[in-house]
């Protein structure tokens, strides 16, 4: 069973539109991390959200914890073709802060 | 320095060999991690450290063996592997049980089994 969900699973978009990737449970997470991976690459983390409701920006990425902390939710403004990659939405559960588990992915394309 | 070192980076093992993944951290963590990812799907756990004791075990086949030698190290022993263990293995660190922990992860090893 796949504790976090993801959507959409692929993404191919042109230089400079708007996207929204999900990542959304049934289960309480105590927080949820987003990272990105390239191929033959380890994931590497962008944000850290904690507290049900929060909103984190990082340059044109716009990250958001839901109210029960069950889901998140990654905004790219104007993608570009540098933000291609895996996206990664990963799970803290609140009764087991030691196992971080990943959600489906989203695989983003952005073509110039 | 937010590194997470794994070695080597590529391994070709046949399935009679033994052989040892090895990762290291400097950034004090205490949890310390290891994955599988095979191609086009999200790293998988496997083992989870904390405090140098393993505290997650994702029913992995006795064919990997983790061994945390101190705080700092993180080692996955492989001996008798598949064809099919063949996959990214990827290291990761945090500081455990604290519920806003970020992880960071090593490049992995990409391990073949032939």
């Known amino acids: 069973t796949q504790l976090l969900e993801q959507s959409p699973q692929f993404l191919s978009i042109q230089e400079g539109e708007n996207l929204t990737v999900y990542c959304n449970s049934s289960?309480?997470?105590?927080?949820l991390q987003w990272y990105r991976q390239e191929p033959g690459e380890g994931p590497v983390l962008l944000v850290t959200v904690v507290t049900g409701g929060e909103v984190k920006k990082l340059k044109r990425l716009t990250f958001q914890f839901g109210d029960a902390r069950k889901d998140s939710s990654l905004h790219i403004t104007a993608a570009q073709p540098g933000d291609t990659g895996l996206y990664l939405c990963?799970?803290?559960?609140?009764?087991?802060?030691?196992?971080?588990?990943f959600g489906t992915g989203t695989r983003l394309q952005v073509f110039p | 320095d937010t590194e997470v070192t794994q070695t080597p980076k590529h391994l070709v093992m046949g399935m009679t060999n033994k052989k040892s993944l090895k990762c290291e951290q400097h950034?004090?963590?205490?949890?310390m991690y290891w994955y599988k990812q095979k191609a086009k799907k999200p790293p998988e756990l496997m083992f989870v450290y904390s405090y140098e004791k393993l505290s997650i075990n994702e029913s992995v086949p006795s064919r990997f063996s983790p061994e945390c030698p101190n705080s700092s190290l993180l080692n996955l022993h492989l001996h008798a592997l598949q064809p099919e263990d063949s996959a990214l293995y990827l290291c990761?660190?945090?500081?455990?049980?604290?519920?806003?922990?970020?992880?960071?992860f090593g490049q992995g090893t990409r391990l073949t089994v032939v």
């Open positions: 990963a799970g803290l559960q609140w009764y087991n802060t030691d196992k971080l588990i």
């Open positions: 950034m004090g963590h205490r949890a």
């Open positions: 289960s309480v997470f105590s927080s």
């Open positions: 990761a660190s945090s500081q455990p049980r604290t519920g806003n922990t970020e992880a960071f």
